[in-house]
């Protein structure tokens, strides 16, 4: 697919009992453990169908979405952001594909935090280049002012914030935690 570089083929990791919320979460979590420290991005993907696959990027991104298609509509996510590239919190590309294809649950991993979206029943979609315009102008210009006040760190706090702004407006969970 033109722009997007040549990467590994995904690797099917296990299949589970996709009816168990809980072995959901222990599998992302299982994985996150694995993945967080790696200098490229990796995607784990549970399927509807259960199966858990790998998905292999490089240093600015993974592409789940262009190696599982169809199989990525609905599955749960998490992914890390390498140490040199992270902002502490999702991009505007995570919030896209968030809400692209419909995912119940996304997550990201560092090397020092933890984080989830979590679709509601009222959850709001909206396109990404609505995305891309209020990520990069309305709510950057907000968080900007937070930080030129000194209320926020815009070192760690900067994406933080934007992706509350969007959980706020849109209607969806979003969280971070410290790891450990």
């Known amino acids: 697919i033109k722009g ?5 083929l995904p690797v099917l990791r296990e299949t589970i009992d996709i009816k168990n919320e809980n072995m959901i979460q222990s ?7 694995e993945i967080c420290s790696n200098n490229n991005e990796n995607a784990i993907v549970v399927t509807k169908s259960g199966k858990v696959k790998q998905c292999f990027g490089n240093d600015i991104a993974v ?4 190696d599982l298609k169809d199989e990525f509509y609905g599955a749960y ?5 390498p140490i040199s590239k992270t902002h502490f919190s999702f991009s ?8 692209d294809y419909k995912l119940p649950i996304l997550r990201g991993i560092d090397n020092d ?3 989830q979206l979590t679709r509601l029943p009222d959850t709001i979609d909206i396109d990404q280049e609505m995305i891309k315009y209020l990520f ?5 210009h907000k968080v900007m002012e937070k930080g030129f006040i000194g209320e926020i760190n815009m070192d760690v706090d900067e994406y933080h ?6 959980a706020k407006e849109y209607r969806f969970c979003y969280e971070r935690w410290k790891r450990g």
């Open 4 to 8: 997007i570089p040549k990467h590994p």
């Open 27 to 33: 599998t992302l979590e299982k994985y996150e453990k």
């Open 63 to 66: 592409y789940p979405d262009v």
């Open 77 to 81: 996510v998490t992914h890390n952001h």
């Open 92 to 99: 505007s590309d995570d919030i896209s594909l968030f809400m």
């Open 113 to 115: 935090y933890v984080y």
């Open 136 to 140: 990069g102008g309305e709510y950057y």
């Open 161 to 166: 914030e934007i992706v509350g702004m969007f």
